[in-house]
């Protein structure tokens, strides 16, 4: 008789079917609670930046680069055009006051200058000429006044006598009265040439001083003319140093270009670009300072160019106290430019997670130093060194400054 056999209900498919599903759960269900829950991500504390709030002095300033020039240039500019045939000296040396740098050529010029030394010459001549005839006029007039006089001296005599002898009657009466005339006749004839003489001596004088008149301005011309040849040499103005000097000789220079410029050798000063975003808050007088040689310098803004381009404006600064000996122009600086007054704040160090969270959290370090987690913060004004910390963190409090760029959206870091 056959004995029934019990079915068994497990098999070996069936129980590896059972846990592959119940390990498909098990992920579904760590997943899901990974989503919900806080993330964790495990990171090396050795490639950490971890730093501490601290409570101390902070000045808002912002790093801004800033180039060494001379604190006086005097351009030299072409005064007259010209072809340039000869160069005294090369670019970079030391100059005098009025010692040459180059001598240009210009044929018009030196052509014009002639000309208007001979319309010189040919005035004096024309002058010299022109008093000649003045002064031989002026004796004419003297002999004719001087027979004028000598007729009224002979009428007065005659007339004198006559009137005696008339008076006697030794004469008749018609001579008398024809003496009398002549003599009236002579002295209305001597006053006539008294009045001859006085304008003649007024339009002699009118006419000299017209001539002489004439006479300057066409030396004053002349003497401009000659200046403008003699600029063809050209001369340093002041004693420094030439710089920039564009110029070969058989180059055309054009009247007014730029030939180079001397460097007053008295003090330097910066040239400073900064970006527009800050043209409101810059003025003259704002301070700062930049390192050199393991010693930190002061500067101050003296000149504020409030001209814009490509989104950056200038600042010219001076040195404050002292100027380092070793400094040359063409020099760069990178300088700590002011905008605030110092005041006490609670500090966190500049870093890289800046970027990630801006300034709106933090990564902060628990009291074991095992875990970090994300704190919400709020961050005022910054200078190169640090953040002011307004609200979210306490003075001694650690947090992570590094780069937040690998760290996802983890809300927790586990410190290895």
Not at 162 to 181: D, H, P
């Amino acid at each position: 008789m056959d004995i029934p056999l019990e079915k068994k209900r497990f098999n070996l498919r069936k129980i590896l079917m059972i846990a592959g599903g119940v390990a498909i759960i098990a992920l579904i269900v760590f997943v899901l609670l990974s989503t919900t829950g806080a993330s964790k991500l495990n990171v090396e504390k050795e490639r950490l930046s971890i730093n501490e709030v601290t409570l101390g002095v902070f000045q808002e300033n912002i790093p801004v680069n800033g180039v060494v020039l001379p604190k006086n240039t005097i351009y030299l500019d072409a005064l007259e055009g010209g072809r340039v045939e000869e160069k005294f000296v090369e670019d970079g040396a030391m100059m005098k006051k009025g010692e040459p740098i180059m001598r240009l050529s210009n044929t018009d010029l030196e052509l014009s200058l002639v000309n208007q030394e001979t319309s010189v010459y040919n005035l004096l001549t024309q002058m010299q000429i022109s008093q000649n005839q003045a002064r031989q006029n002026t004796i004419n007039r003297l002999n004719q006044n001087t027979d004028v006089e000598n007729s009224l001296i002979e009428a007065k005599r005659v007339y004198d006598l006559n009137k005696r002898l008339y008076e006697k009657g030794v004469i008749a009466k018609q001579v008398f009265i024809q003496s009398e005339n002549n003599y009236n006749y002579q002295k209305e004839r001597m006053e006539l040439s008294k009045q001859i003489l006085a304008q003649d001596s007024l339009a002699v004088q009118i006419e000299n001083n017209q001539a002489q008149s004439s006479y300057a301005r066409t030396q004053n011309a002349l003497e401009l003319m000659r200046r403008k040849v003699a600029d063809l040499v050209v001369r340093a103005p002041v004693d420094g140093q030439l710089t920039s000097l564009d110029a070969e000789i058989g180059q055309s220079i054009n009247k007014g270009a730029r030939l180079g410029q001397i460097d007053v050798l008295d003090g330097f000063k910066v040239r400073v670009d900064i970006d527009e975003h800050y043209i409101s808050r810059i003025y003259a007088g704002q301070r700062g300072t930049f390192d050199m040689d393991s010693k930190t310098y002061e500067l101050e803004i003296k000149k504020v160019y409030s001209q814009v381009n490509n989104g950056r404006f200038q600042v010219d600064m001076t040195f404050v106290n002292a100027t380092p000996e070793e400094i040359r122009r063409g020099q760069s600086l990178q300088i700590r430019l002011a905008l605030s007054q110092e005041k006490e704040a609670l500090l966190v160090s500049k870093g890289g997670f800046f970027q990630e969270t801006g300034g709106n959290w933090i990564f902060k370090v628990s009291q074991d130093g095992d875990r970090a987690y994300k704190v919400p913060i709020k961050l005022g004004s910054q200078n190169t060194k640090y953040y002011e910390v307004l609200e979210g963190l306490q003075p001694g409090d650690r947090v992570i400054t590094n780069s937040y760029d690998s760290y996802g959206d983890v809300e927790e870091l586990v410190l290895n």
